[in-house]
């Protein structure tokens, strides 16, 4: 059974800097591609970084604030925040791509106040 759990979610300030994990169980991890989505209030769920064996992605909204990292050996994704904006706010997820079907975690708040 494959799980996925994500932490690190919290309240912070404009201009902080929070770390999500995600702990992925049930699946050969150094072989998936891993990433991190987010939906906002009242906005549609979209991808925020995406990291495979070859290298990452980082979507121009989070681009060069964002970094998505992994360490195979702890079967974790990591999505270190800085420079957090009110827009950052939502709910993160953390999703693995299988061979052939791709999994979620419950997701973890973000919430950043002005």
């Known amino acids: 059974q494959v799980q996925l759990v994500e932490s690190g979610g919290g309240l912070v300030q404009a201009g902080e800097s929070l770390r999500l994990s995600c702990v992925a169980s049930?699946?050969?991890?150094?072989?998936?591609?891993m990433a991190w989505y987010r939906q906002g209030p009242g906005k549609q769920r979209e991808l925020v970084a995406q990291i495979t064996g070859g290298g990452t992605i980082v979507t121009d909204i989070v681009k060069g604030r964002f970094t998505i990292s992994r360490d195979n050996a702890k079967n974790t994704v990591y999505l270190q925040m800085n420079s957090l904006k009110p827009d950052d706010t939502a709910v993160y997820y953390c999703?693995?791509?299988?061979?052939?079907?791709?999994?979620w975690g419950q997701g973890t708040q973000v919430t950043v106040s002005p």
């Open positions: 999703r693995a791509f299988g061979a052939e079907k791709s999994y």
């Open positions: 049930g699946l050969p991890f150094s072989r998936n591609t």
